[in-house]
T-cell receptor, first 115, second 113 residues
Framework: ETGVTQTPRHLVMGMTNKKSLKCEQH?????MYWYKQSAKKPLELMFV???????ENNSVPSRFSPECPNSSHLFLHLHTLQPEDSALYLC??????????????FGPGTRLTVT | AQSVTQLGSHVSVSEGALVLLRCNYS??????LFWYVQYPNQGLQLLLK??????LVKGINGFEAEFKKSETSFHLTKPSAHMSDAAEYFC???????????FGQGTELSVKP
């Protein structure tokens, strides 16, 4: 595997289900990010992790719970979601978030549908 | 605060025509600027970035962008569009704290045969 991978690619879940999204980066980066991409809206940064520590929570509802066990893996645990949470969830990584010129590398995303 | 505005949510060109996608930024400090492309059902891929080394930046797939400080612009161009260029394009500016990216709303590029 190379780059940033995400599983599953597609997920349909009911409002009472609990599921998890997984992201893995194979780039040796130190920072990882979760974004939400909804139709007709700009990408929304949700969480930032740097060296496994959460450095930003962008006022995300508690029904989204991130976990970063190491610099290569990032999870997003989902529970009691709402239909408006349906979106493409993108994971990204970067070498060092304190260096502003470093670009972020994105995974292919998980298309989430909440029914 | 930094922000990015992409003019035109949808641009349509004919194959072989010039591609011009507009991006204006607002930043109180010298910005780092990025263009990303997103093909259907895929994540974002970096096309090019400006980090103050040169105002004309060349990227992948024949794209380039010119940083114009006086106009606070970073427009993306390609001399001759190809059908495979059809995608959504995002301009982004790096915030001055934490290296986080602020994205524009995106421009969907259509290429007609």
């Amino acid at each position: 595997e190379t780059g940033v991978t995400q599983t599953p690619r597609h997920l349909v879940m009911g409002m009472t289900n609990k599921k998890s999204l997984k992201c893995e980066q194979h780039l040796g980066h130190n920072a990882m990010y979760w974004y939400k991409q909804s139709a007709k809206k700009p990408l929304e940064l949700m969480f930032v992790y740097n060296f496994k520590e959460q450095t930003e929570n962008n006022s995300v509802p508690s029904r989204f719970s991130p976990e970063c066990p190491n610099s290569s893996h990032l999870f997003l645990h989902l529970h009691t979601l709402q239909p408006e949470d349906s979106a493409l969830y993108l994971c990204a990584s970067s070498q060092d978030p304190s260096v502003y010129s470093y670009e972020q590398y994105f995974g292919p995303g998980t298309r989430l549908t909440v029914t | 605060a930094q922000s990015v505005t992409q003019l035109g949510s949808h641009v349509s060109v004919s194959e072989g025509a010039l591609v011009l996608l507009r991006c204006n930024y607002s930043s109180s400090v010298p910005p780092y600027l990025f263009w990303y492309v997103q093909y259907p059902n895929q994540g974002l891929q970096l096309l090019l970035k400006y980090t103050s080394a040169a105002t004309l930046v060349k990227g992948i797939n024949g794209f380039e962008a010119e940083f114009k400080k006086s106009e606070t612009s970073f427009h993306l161009t390609k001399p001759s569009a190809h059908m495979s260029d059809a995608a959504e394009y995002f301009c982004a500016v790096s915030r001055n704290q934490g290296g986080k990216l602020i994205f524009g709303q995106g421009t969907e590029l259509s290429v007609k045969p």
